[in-house]
């Protein structure tokens, strides 16, 4: 298998930038929308608040690194070296992994749509900008 060349500086800052997109994802732009979909309540949030999440965005920040680290290799692999390139091969790890896979979380859990949607896209557009960062730093 060829060795690729990972710049860990650039998974690292995607990492961080991917967090920021989820917390305005999930946050200002869907939060509403994500909440009711979730069925989350001002009680069930609150009560989320008072047993503390720095533990799960601490968890959800290295689950974010190692996944900034592997689509690192595919941009490497895929010989990307533009921003667009990147953008390209992040869309493809998208429609290949993310959107095909998440499809079981409306058929066969009962989500709805319009949760599948808000998900999908949220990976769709990070995956294309984690991409593209990846592409002109690595």
Not at 115 to 131: A, D, E
């Amino acid at each position: 298998m060829p060795q690729a060349d990972i710049n860990l500086l650039a998974v690292l800052i995607s990492a961080v930038v991917s967090m920021v997109i989820g917390s305005l994802w999930f946050g200002a732009l869907f939060g509403k929308a994500w909440m009711k979909e979730m069925k989350f309540d001002n009680k069930k949030i609150q009560a989320m608040k008072k047993k503390g999440m720095g533990k799960s965005y601490f968890v959800n920040f290295l689950g974010t690194f190692v996944m900034a680290y592997i689509l690192s290799h595919f941009v490497d692999y895929m010989g990307a070296v533009t921003f667009n390139q990147g953008m390209w091969t992040g869309f493809l790890v998208w429609l290949g992994f993310f959107a095909t896979s998440m499809l079981g979380m409306m058929l066969w859990e009962g989500r709805s749509f319009k949760l599948y949607s808000i998900h999908v896209l949220y990976h769709l557009v990070n995956l294309m900008i984690l991409g593209g960062i990846l592409a002109v730093w690595v």
